[in-house]
């Protein structure tokens, strides 16, 4: 089992790795405030209203990277010892791209990141939601529907795949949450049918 010690600065280095938001980033460098354009999000969709869909792919692989990167470099460090710590990076990660200290704790709403922690903890449950996002996309042009319906079937698959008591299966459901809790809003203009489109 990893020091105590070693396993907080794990935690605390992947919030902060997460508290970087790259949307924010590219828009400031082209003197453009996200949050004041589109549904206000700092993610790759309001991204790709903002700057366009180079900058917006740019946004996502970044996005995406930093959940990925924080949980593997964890269990490198941690060499597997305590999943538990390996689920806690994860989601701080996820933390820190929803409430990133270096942005005034404004930031996006951690879909990819958590895409991202989900790769490197449970690829099968990662899969099986990028299936359904990109189907419910599809059908209903609506980001929105495509991240809580993948979300949501990421937390069911890997509760399945690792079985409840599982950590892992802890982490898919913290992130369901704190999925469902960001999109608040979304799910607000959903039910008065004035979703935006992207």
Do not use: Q
Request: charged content about 15%; hydrophobic content about 55%; proline content about 3%.
């Amino acid at each position: 089992m990893p020091s105590p010690w070693i396993g907080a600065a794990c935690i605390l280095a992947s919030y902060l790795v997460g508290s970087i938001c790259a949307g924010i980033v590219l828009a400031r460098r082209r003197g453009i405030d996200l949050r004041a354009i589109g549904s206000g999000n700092v993610g790759a969709t309001n991204v790709r209203r903002a700057l366009g869909s180079d900058s917006a792919n740019l946004v996502l692989v970044f996005d995406v990277a930093k959940g990925l990167v924080a949980v593997l470099v964890t269990r490198l460090v941690t060499d597997d010892s305590d999943l538990r710590i390996v689920a806690a990076t994860g989601l701080a990660a996820c933390v820190g791209h929803v409430l990133p200290v270096w942005h005034g704790f404004r930031g996006g709403k951690g879909v990819a990141t958590a895409l991202g922690v989900l790769l490197a903890t449970s690829p099968g449950s990662a899969l099986a939601a990028g299936v359904v996002y990109a189907v419910a996309h599809r059908l209903t042009h609506k980001a929105s529907i495509g991240s809580l319906s993948g979300v949501t079937v990421a937390a069911l698959s890997a509760t399945a795949i690792h079985g409840a008591a599982h950590p892992f299966a802890w982490l898919a459901w913290a992130l369901w949450v704190l999925v469902m809790v960001t999109h608040r809003s979304n799910l607000t203009r959903l039910l008065d049918h004035e979703e935006l489109d992207g």
